[in-house]
């Protein structure tokens, strides 16, 4: 596959697995983060299967986020495909004492971020009149669960925002799909419980899906023929029901 995709949040989990497929399919690669050795590791080891060009951004920073993109050589600057990854929980608290630190990275991140980066992408996919956005949602952006207020709120933005993309730039030919994964087993529940050994028992006790799992859909979401967009696809790990009912064994 002749193409360029950038990643946001490719130093780990679902970004981290989408860019080693999209290696793996010769797609050529601008991976972002803001961990710059994790960055530079990637970039080494994909670099044999494709070209990579790393950049070091926090997306919640909007000012660094369109320089960054503005800053790309001219071989990485058509970009064909941009999978708006970069996110996480922060926290799970009830409403009444979740913490303002936490809602704004949530907000900001999650879906201020996203905001960011594709303006600083958008432009040039109207201009050749092509372009496909994936959106990584969640199973969150589809129903809210006791505790996971404000995470739910940020993806149910990311919901919100995709379908307006898609209405926004249907004229311009640009495909925009929205990725919603239910428990995937990533570093994201390390990020959300800030380390605390809650995270440990996350994934315990059932088969949760495997960030490998999400690359191979999106991939699979990439590579359909031109005339078909994959609007929104949710996934569940088998022993998931829905954001409360999972079947665990013990
Ligand atoms: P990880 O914690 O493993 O990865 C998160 C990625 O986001 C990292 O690469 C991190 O990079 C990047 N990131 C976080 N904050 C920022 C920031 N401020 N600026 C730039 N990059 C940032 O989690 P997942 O892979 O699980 O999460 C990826 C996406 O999938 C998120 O949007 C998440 O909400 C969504 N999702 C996850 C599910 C799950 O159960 N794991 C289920 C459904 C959706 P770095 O720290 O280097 O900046
Ligand atoms: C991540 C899945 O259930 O932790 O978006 O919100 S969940």
Not at 84 to 113: F, R, Y
Not at 152 to 180: P, Q, W, Y
Request: aromatic fraction near 6%; glycine fraction near 6%.
């Amino acid at each position: 596959m002749n193409k360029t995709a950038l990643i946001t949040g490719a130093t780990s989990g679902i970004g981290r697995a989408t860019a080693h497929e999209f290696a793996k399919q010769g797609i050529r690669l601008i991976i972002c983060g803001r961990r710059q050795e994790r960055l530079e590791t990637i970039q080494e080891a994909l670099s044999k299967q494709t070209d990579v060009h790393v950049l070091n951004f926090d997306v919640r920073d909007k000012k660094a986020s369109l320089n960054a993109i503005a800053s790309l050589p001219s071989d990485f600057k058509n970009i064909d495909i941009l999978v708006n990854n970069a996110g996480n929980a922060h926290g799970m608290d009830p409403i009444q004492s979740g913490t303002l630190e936490d809602w704004d990275a949530m907000m900001d991140i999650n879906v201020k971020g996203l905001l960011y980066v594709s303006k600083a992408v958008i432009p040039q996919m109207t201009e050749r009149k092509t372009g496909h956005i994936i959106n990584i949602g969640s199973s969150a952006g589809k129903e809210v669960y006791p505790k996971g207020n404000v995470y739910c709120a940020s993806k149910h933005a990311v919901l919100a925002i995709t379908e307006g993309m898609r209405i926004d730039l249907n004229e311009f030919n640009i495909k925009v799909s929205a990725i919603n994964p239910g428990l995937v087993e990533t570093e994201f529940s390390q990020v959300r419980f800030k380390g605390d050994t809650k995270a440990d028992n996350v994934y315990k006790g059932y088969k949760a899906l495997q960030a490998q799992d999400v690359a191979e859909i999106i991939y699979f979401t990439v590579s359909r023929p031109a005339h078909v967009n994959i609007a929104d696809l949710l996934v569940f790990p088998t022993a998931q029901a829905s954001s409360t009912i999972v079947k665990k064994d013990f």
